[in-house]
Nanobody, 125 residues
Framework: QVQLVESGGQLVQAGGSLRLSCAAS????????MAWFRQAPGKEREFVAV????????YYADSVKDRFTISRDNAKNTVYLRLNSLKPDDTAVYYC??????????????????WGQGTQVTVSS
């Protein structure tokens, strides 16, 4: 069993920055693929970014590429999401997710077995 706890979400003005954190416990963190998803009111949960075990390979949704950065610190069992140049459209609950296998369908929420409770990011215009 893996437990994930997100933090760092808050209200921020457009153009601002945030860093979200996701602390993992329960299994060997370094063996797990870590991803971020988000869900805005009335919309489906959507993929944001993913990092493989080493942190060397990362993939992003087109909507956040060049603005968001995913990273991980295996010594701290934590994955981060740096959000820059925030837009009102980035407003959502951000979720951390993990699984032991990396899938070519990494952008689908259904491939991840473990989820955190989410952290709210609100971007004002």
């Amino acid at each position: 069993q893996v437990q994930l706890v997100e933090s760092g979400g808050q209200l921020v003005q457009a153009g601002g920055s945030l860093r979200l954190s996701c602390a993992a416990s329960g299994r060997t963190f370094s063996n797990y693929v870590m991803a971020w998803f988000r869900q805005a009111p009335g919309k489906e949960r959507e993929f944001v970014a993913v990092t493989t075990w080493s942190g060397i390979n990362t993939y992003y949704a087109d909507s956040v590429k060049d603005r968001f950065t995913i990273s991980r610190d295996n010594a701290k069992n934590t994955v981060y999401l740096r959000l820059n140049s925030l837009k009102p459209d980035d407003t959502a609950v951000y979720y951390c997710a993990t699984d032991s296998s990396f899938s070519d369908s990494y952008y689908l929420a259904s491939v991840y077995n473990y989820w955190g409770q989410g952290t709210q990011v609100t971007v004002s215009s």
